[in-house]
């Protein structure tokens, strides 16, 4: 299986690039096409006086027509792209997954298999690392 890897940014919902233990993960998500319309990617608002894109909504939006899905529904239907290499056989590997955090060691997470192994490997949140208090 041969994944379609991105060509920006502007065409993804979700990219990672990480190092997990001795392996290596690669994953990213691409954003669906409007359900209503069919002309245009869904998007979460832009902000009018900056243009950016509102971070924390709640939504997703077609710009040419307007439709709004809720985040949770939306991100429920998308599928991660991953490319990687196993922490725990060194086998290198494509695979896709559903993009939902589930569980893993009390942690949200994105899980998958390796396709050699079969060890299960997520793909967690970044975690801010807390600061040193004086």
């Not at 939006?61 to 529904?73: D, I, L, M, R, W």
């Amino acid at each position: 299986m041969s994944l379609k890897q991105p060509e920006s940014m502007e065409e993804l919902v979700y990219f990672t690039r990480r190092a997990v233990d001795n392996g290596k993960i690669v994953a990213w998500v691409f954003r669906e096409e409007c359900p209503k319309c069919k002309k245009a990617l869904m998007s979460k608002p832009k902000d009018k006086k900056t243009g950016r894109a509102k971070i924390r909504a709640l939504e997703y939006v077609c710009p040419e027509c307007g439709y709004t899905v809720e985040k949770e529904e939306y991100e429920d239907t998308l599928t991660c792209n991953i490319e990687y290499v196993c922490p725990k056989c060194k086998f290198s590997g494509e695979t896709q997954a559903p993009y939902k955090r589930k569980s893993f060691q009390g942690v949200k997470a994105i899980i998958f298999e390796c396709e050699s192994c079969g060890e299960k490997i997520p793909i967690t949140k970044k975690m801010a690392t807390p600061k040193k208090k004086k």
